[in-house]
Structure formats: structure tokens, C-alpha cells
């Protein structure tokens, strides 16, 4: 079973307009971390957000939050007012505390336009 | 620039040839991560090192590829023998700790072309 599933490969919002980017994951482990990256055309995999299993409160990062769901296993990234430089891939991860723990699940990540 | 650092950023090989990339953590970060993506997928684990110490392998770093850490410090990824498959960014990745909350931050990879 795939441990990050993103739906949406391709996603289009206004500019300045708000979008969510869906995330759904599979653990049996109680305890993890899952996180939101972004990659431009360049390649670098730039870290957005971060929201622990244990975390009471939503996660947010300036015009980024995360809307975190545990019962539904999801953890949908929120952008607001959307600007053009934030067309880019986005992926979302997750990290176990147990197991192998150490390596990132990444999933096939959503590709974000941002339109005039 | 103190972030993760690559080189080659680009390279282009015929099948058959061998290539290394390496790879320079953040300077303080013990642990150094190896990734593979390929188009339209997201980055897969290859290998991780706590300092010089390679302690895990993903099945999908066959015994062609070679990492290693010598000093702890900066790490080089080798592919003898190289295949078309092969094809594919090669992401390298650094972290302070090991625990759930540590991000993880990547270098902007090496892309490779096998011919």
C-alpha cells in the first residue's frame, strides 16, 4: 500500500486566490511526522510545513497551514493568497518514529499553477 | 551558502560507464540522506548515513550503486555499469536529528542522463 497518496496531479488557482492540495497517508505507527515540500523547475526540494501525529493544533506557516485530519488520515496543505511564484511541484511526506524510520515517504506530488 | 550542495548538477554518460556524484551536507548535520526521483514521481530512498556509518539500504540500490561517507562529512554516490534506468535526479538530503519532527533539507540534485 502506498504510504503518501496525492489525487491531484494538477491543480490551477487564481492568483491571490487560496487552494488546497490534497494529502492522504497509511501508518500504523502512532507516532509521526508529516511534512509539505515544494520544488520548483530548479529541482531543490524546499520544506514548507511540518505537522507531528500528536500535534493538537494545525500547523501553519505564513500563508501556508495544514489541515490536519488524523481520523481521516489526511494532511491537506492550504496556500493562501496564491502568487505566481508559487507554481511549482509540491509533495507531501511523511516520517515514522519506528520501523526505518529515518527515510521520508514521499508522494507523486501536485502540480501547482498559479494564473494571472 | 550553507545549504546542501552538489556537484555534477547535470550529467550525461553513455551506458556502460561509470559515474560518481557527491554530495556536501550542512555542516553541523549528521545524517545524510540519498534519494532517487524520476519524472512525475516523487523522490524514493535510497541510503542514509549517520556520520560515516551507513545504516540502511533501500532495496532499490542494487549492487551497482556504492555510497559512502568517508569522513562523516560530505558523501559520494557511485553507479558502475550505468543503464538507461538509471536515468533520474539523484537528491541528496541533511538533517540534524533523527526524530519525527527533524525536516529533512536537499541539495537541488543531480541530474542524470544515461544514453
Known amino acids: 500500500a502506498q504510504k503518501i497518496t496525492q489525487t491531484q496531479p494538477g491543480m490551477f488557482v487564481q492568483e491571490k486566490e487560496a487552494v488546497t492540495l490534497d494529502c492522504t497517508y497509511d501508518?500504523?505507527?502512532?507516532?509521526?511526522?508529516l511534512f509539505w515540500y515544494k520544488q520548483p523547475s530548479s529541482g531543490e526540494m524546499i520544506f514548507l510545513i511540518y505537522?507531528?501525529?500528536?500535534?493538537?493544533q494545525n500547523a501553519t506557516e505564513g500563508r501556508y497551514s495544514l489541515n490536519f485530519q488524523k481520523a481521516r488520515k489526511s494532511a491537506n496543505l492550504v496556500i493562501s493568497a496564491s502568487q505566481l511564484g508559487d507554481s511549482a511541484m509540491y509533495f507531501c511526506?511523511?516520517?515514522?518514529?519506528?520501523?526505518?524510520?529515518?527515510?521520508?515517504?514521499f508522494g507523486t506530488g501536485t502540480s501547482l499553477t498559479v494564473i494571472p | 551558502d550553507t545549504g546542501v550542495s552538489q556537484d555534477p548538477r547535470h550529467k550525461i554518460t553513455k551506458r556502460g560507464q561509470n559515474v560518481t556524484f557527491r554530495c556536501d551536507p550542512i555542516?553541523?548535520?549528521?545524517?545524510l540522506y540519498w534519494y532517487r526521483q524520476t519524472l512525475g514521481q516523487g523522490p524514493e530512498f535510497l541510503t542514509y548515513?549517520?556520520?560515516?556509518?551507513?545504516?540502511?539500504k533501500s532495496r532499490l540500490l542494487s549492487d551497482r550503486f556504492s555510497a559512502e561517507r568517508p569522513k562523516g562529512s560530505f558523501s559520494t554516490l557511485e553507479i558502475q555499469r550505468t543503464e538507461q534506468g538509471d536515468s533520474a535526479m539523484y537528491l541528496c538530503?541533511?538533517?540534524?536529528?533523527?526524530?519525527?519532527?527533524?525536516?529533512?533539507?536537499f541539495g537541488p540534485g543531480t541530474r542524470l542522463t544515461v544514453l
Open positions: 548515513f549517520q556520520n560515516e556509518a551507513q545504516l540502511e
Open positions: 501508518t500504523s505507527d502512532p507516532s509521526y511526522g
Open positions: 511526506a511523511m516520517r515514522e518514529a519506528t520501523g526505518t524510520g529515518n527515510q521520508f515517504y
Open positions: 505537522q507531528g501525529s500528536y500535534d493538537q
Open positions: 555542516s553541523e548535520h549528521n545524517r
Open positions: 538530503a541533511s538533517s540534524l536529528g533523527h526524530t519525527i519532527y527533524n525536516e529533512q533539507f
